[in-house]
Every structure is written in structure tokens, then in C-alpha cells.
């Protein structure tokens, strides 16, 4: 038996509804005395199936609401589940025009959805896609099979298509359901991979080919190859010889840093035979800390790639002493890069070392020499100029003294002795001018006065005496002047420097410049003259540059010199005020 629907139920309580509102309107108005018992019962009868009928209508109501809304989320969900489906969703009518398309199908034919709804599947597909189709849609039971179709862009595309038929409630077809899967990557690589194999197969019977011509010429080559291996063998044997007559040390070590090859030559350097170090780092017959310095050696050269030479102490066993080497080594590596050998050769500079130390002794001591005659020679100026001024000065001084006096006695009653007098005080002056020269030549008397007072006067001098405008500048009067013998030194080096001008630059204008700081003194003399010859070595021009350069060397001082050709020479010459390097001072 069926259930009523809900709409039959509601019929039916709307006509009991009726007819309890009549009974009830009836007991109203009173009548109820003349209502027959057996219609009172079927009145609360008929009130009673109205309540049932209510209250089923009420329940089916709601089920009905809960069926509606479980069908609206699923409806939903399967709204949500084909527009995010990895396959492409297509549905035809009978009449195979498109009903219902997703994303994935327009995303697959490059049309936009709106363009592929409506429309006919003849109209989207070309003509082999439409036979293809047609073949699977025809079938009873349609397979899956590929399907080939072009987008709108003209590119080819290929799909996996399987289809189902949709039938009405009545069983009546309603149309064709199509799932497609995108697959043209893949048949892209297969066809790729096909074409690659055909072309593979072609070169492998080119290859074919040409193993067969190079097999032939590889018999042809291994002949040469074997003339070519006794060639080398000679070759190798010879370089052994010429190895191990090479008057040089030379060894080979391997990336560990053991020895694999010695020359007779490094056999006597170190003291050691080959065959008692061979294959090991010769680590029991050298000291530990120059073991230590030879393998960083060695991993430095690896680290580098370049040829690296190193001069060090080398352990030499047989005559139980430490000799100077050179060594040079130079990295080999393998195919790879990775470290294979090192190729070292030594040369024993230790004879070398010790003249070179002796030559440098001899020169500080020369230096020195140098110093001391150059000190010896300014106290003695200076002693000398003391003695002239105290001895011949005072006796010049006590002549004249008595010609003056003998000129006043004889001047009413002699006239010709006075002027003979008079001749012979000019004569006294001239000379005392000429020992004041002498003395100041010989030790000016505003060195004791400092160094800026004293480049003054010798400025002076040289302005007056060469007729070449000069000027002195002072910059940093304040800082500590020099001690007495770098003061002398600096004198006489300026002095020296305006000779030179005097004598070989034809200058018309002298600049002097001292700057004095707390840590130095420097001085710099500009002319205008004729310069210096271009490519002239300004350290062999003269003695007298090379005189300035010994002077400045002794007391750790620099010169340096900017000569332009016919535009004049540049001389600047710093000392320190206190150097270590200073020699000789004591």
C-alpha cells in the first residue's frame, strides 16, 4: 500500500478540519440536546483524526524541509566537486549539443565556457575528433580510448575519453555523459620518444658504420701506439739519467707528502739515501718543527695551484747541521683536480746567505765609518773655525787695534806713513771679512741658534753670492727641532743641494721649504731650471746627490726627486727626529 503524499494528507485535514469546525459551531449554538448521541461520538471521532491528520502533516512537513535542505548541500557539493575535477565534464542532449561543460573542458579546448555551452559537439571538434567520438558514442558499451582534437590556438591536444549514456526516469535517453583526461603532455613525449628512437636507430647504424672504419683504424693506430710506447720507454729511461746527473736537488712527493723520487743531488743535501725514505714524509731524520713547516709548504702549493719557492732551514744528517735552501715546488693533478704529486727542487743558498750577511755587515760598518768621518769632520770644522775665531780673529783684531792707534799718532807729522796706515787697516779689514767667511763656511755660527735660523742664513748667502732669487718658508716652527748632528746634516744637505742648482740647473728662482712636525723634518727645494735629462737615474746623477743620499740613509731619512724637463726640479728630503735606524750617533 503507498503512503500518502503530503500534498493528499493536507486535503484530507483541511476537509476534517471542516467538519470539526461545523460540530463545534453546532455545540455553540446549543443544539447539542438535539444532536443524536451517536453523531456526539462521531463528532469527537472525526476531532480525533483531525488531531492525528494534524500532527502527520506537521512531521512530514519537516522531513520534507531536512530532505530539501540535504539535497541543496549535496547539490552543492557535487556543484564543487565537477568544477574542481581534474577531468574534463561534458554533457549532450540526444541532439549532442552541449548541455553542461566545467572549467577543465573550456581550460582543455582554449574556449572560454560561455562559447562552448549551447553549442552543437560538431561545431568544437574537427573532423577525424568528430568520427573518432562518433565511433565511441555509437558503441553499446563506449570504451575508453584516446581521442586527438586542436585547440583554438591551432596546437594539438589529446584526451582519454570514456562515455555513458543518461536515461529519464522513464528509462527514455536523455543524453551522453563524457569524461575527458588531458593527456597531451604525455603524447607529446610519446611521440617524441618515438621520433628520438627512429632517429636513434638511424645513428646507430651510422655509428655501426663508423666502428667498423674506426676498428680499422685503431689496429693501424696500435701499431703506432706500441712504436710510439718503446719510444717513450727510451725517453723515460733517458730523463731518469739526466735526473739523477742533475747537479740540483730534486725530489717528488705524492699527495701525502711522501717521497717517491730523490736525485743523487738531494741525496747529498740532506745526508739521506733513497731507499731509507722512500715512501715515507722523512719524518725521523728532520727536527719536528721543520717537519711541521714542510707539510704546511706542501699544502699551501696544493691549496695554490701555482708554483710557489720557499727559503728555509733544512736538516742536513751527514753534516749534522742546518743548511739555507731555495726550494721551489710546483703542484701536479690528475684528471679530476685532485692533488697527485709535487715536483721540488732545492738549492743550497746557505754559502750565499752567509757572504750576503757579511756584505751587510761590511756595509754597516762602512755606513757607519761614513757617519763617524762625516761626524769627525763637522767637530773638527768646528774646532777649526773656534781656533781661527779665537787665535788668528784676536790677533787680527789687536793689529788693527795698533794700526789705528799708530795711524792717530802719526797723523799732524807723517801724512804719507798714514795713508800707508790707512792701506794697511783696509788690508786687516779684507782679512777679517775673509776669516769671518771662513769660519762661517767652515761652521756658521747660526747653526747654534737652531735650524730655521740657519737655512736663513744659508738662503741669504746663497742669494747674495749666486744673484738667483731665493726665499726660505717655515711651516711648523712650533714642533721639536732637531738634535745638533741632525741639524748639522740637514745644513750641509741643503747646502749641497743649492751647489747643484748653482752649478748645473741655470735657475732664475729658488723655493725653500722646512716643515718641521714632532715626528720628522722635511725639506723641500723647487728651482726653475733645466731639469734633469729624461730617463737620468737621480741616484747616480753626481756625487753630490749620492753624498745627500748616504747622509740621509745613515739617519733613516728619504729622498725624493721630481725633475721636469725644462721646467725646473723638485728635491724632498725627510729625516726623522728619532729613528732606530739612525747609525753612528753614539
Avoid at 161 to 166: H, K
Wanted: glycine share 6%; charged share 25%; proline share 3%.
Amino acid at each position: 500500500m503507498k503512503k500518502w503524499s503530503v500534498e493528499t494528507l493536507s486535503l484530507a485535514g483541511a476537509a476534517l478540519i471542516v467538519l470539526l469546525a461545523a460540530a463545534i459551531a453546532l455545540l455553540a449554538l446549543g443544539e447539542v440536546q438535539q444532536v443524536a448521541p451517536a453523531l456526539q461520538l462521531l463528532m469527537f471521532a472525526l476531532a480525533g483524526v483531525a488531531a492525528a491528520v494534524l500532527l502527520r502533516i506537521r512531521h512530514l512537513t519537516l522531513a520534507h524541509q531536512r530532505t530539501h535542505r540535504r539535497l541543496s548541500h549535496s547539490q552543492a557539493n557535487f556543484r564543487h566537486l565537477v568544477e574542481t575535477a581534474h577531468e574534463g565534464i561534458w554533457v549532450l542532449d540526444n541532439g549532442a549539443v552541449t548541455t553542461f561543460a566545467n572549467a577543465r573542458l573550456a581550460h582543455m579546448f582554449d574556449l572560454p565556457l560561455a562559447e562552448i555551452v549551447g553549442r552543437s559537439l560538431y561545431q568544437l571538434l574537427a573532423d577525424t575528433a568528430r568520427a573518432e567520438l562518433d565511433a565511441i558514442l555509437d558503441a553499446d558499451q563506449p570504451p575508453r580510448r584516446d581521442l586527438r582534437f586542436r585547440r583554438r590556438d591551432g596546437a594539438p591536444g589529446w584526451a582519454i575519453v570514456s562515455a555513458r549514456r543518461m536515461q529519464q526516469v522513464d528509462g527514455a535517453p536523455s543524453g551522453t555523459l563524457l569524461m575527458l583526461t588531458d593527456i597531451s603532455e604525455r603524447k607529446a613525449a610519446e611521440l617524441a620518444l618515438e621520433k628520438a628512437q627512429q632517429g636513434l636507430e638511424q645513428r646507430i647504424k651510422l655509428r655501426t658504420a663508423e666502428l667498423i672504419e674506426s676498428n680499422q683504424l685503431l689496429r693501424a693506430e696500435v701499431a703506432v701506439r706500441q712504436r710510439a710506447e718503446l719510444a717513450l720507454a727510451q725517453s723515460e729511461q733517458r730523463l731518469q739519467e739526466i735526473v739523477t746527473t742533475m747537479p740540483v736537488a730534486l725530489f717528488v712527493k705524492d699527495a701525502q707528502s711522501r717521497i717517491i723520487l730523490m736525485n743523487k743531488a738531494a741525496e747529498d743535501q740532506w745526508g739521506l739515501p733513497f731507499a731509507e725514505v722512500s715512501g715515507t714524509r722523512a719524518s725521523a731524520w728532520f727536527p719536528p718543527e721543520q717537519m711541521a713547516r714542510f707539510l704546511a709548504d706542501d699544502a699551501a702549493v696544493f691549496a695554490g695551484h701555482k708554483l710557489m719557492v720557499f727559503e728555509e732551514d733544512s736538516w742536513n744528517s751527514a753534516l749534522r747541521e742546518n743548511r739555507q735552501v731555495q726550494t721551489f715546488k710546483k703542484p701536479v693533478y690528475d684528471a679530476g683536480g685532485a692533488p697527485e704529486c709535487l715536483i721540488c727542487m732545492c738549492i743550497d743558498i746557505t754559502e750565499r746567505k752567509r757572504a750576503e750577511a757579511h756584505a751587510k755587515r761590511s756595509f754597516s760598518q762602512l755606513r757607519q765609518l761614513s757617519t763617524h768621518l762625516d761626524s769627525v769632520k763637522e767637530d773638527e770644522r768646528k774646532r777649526i773655525a773656534r781656533d781661527i775665531h779665537d787665535e788668528l780673529g784676536q790677533n787680527l783684531l789687536a793689529i788693527k787695534l795698533d794700526a789705528e792707534m799708530l795711524m792717530a799718532r802719526t797723523a799732524a807729522r807723517h801724512a804719507q806713513l798714514r795713508q800707508r796706515i790707512g792701506q794697511a787697516l783696509s788690508t786687516i779689514d779684507g782679512t777679517i771679512g775673509s776669516v769671518r767667511a771662513i769660519i762661517n763656511e767652515l761652521h756658521p755660527s747660526t747653526l747654534e741658534l737652531g735650524l730655521p735660523a740657519a737655512l736663513e742664513w744659508l738662503v741669504g748667502q746663497f742669494e747674495r753670492r749666486s744673484g738667483v732669487a731665493s726665499s726660505l718658508t717655515v711651516v711648523g716652527a712650533d714642533g721639536a727641532l732637531p738634535d745638533g748632528r741632525r741639524t748639522a746634516v740637514i745644513f750641509r744637505i741643503t747646502q749641497e743641494a743649492l751647489l747643484n742648482i748653482l752649478r748645473h740647473a741655470q735657475a732664475t728662482q729658488v723655493e725653500v721649504t722646512l716643515d718641521i712636525t714632532p715626528q720628522r723634518v722635511a725639506i723641500r727645494i723647487d728651482d726653475d731650471g733645466v731639469g734633469m735629462a729624461p730617463g737620468a737615474d737621480a741616484m747616480d746623477a753626481g756625487f753630490g746627490l749620492r753624498g745627500i743620499r748616504e747622509r740621509l740613509d745613515a739617519f733613516g731619512g728619504t729622498l725624493r726627486i721630481e725633475s721636469r724637463r725644462g721646467a725646473g726640479t723638485a728635491l724632498e728630503i725627510t729625516i726623522p727626529i728619532a729613528s732606530d735606524a739612525t747609525i753612528g750617533e753614539n
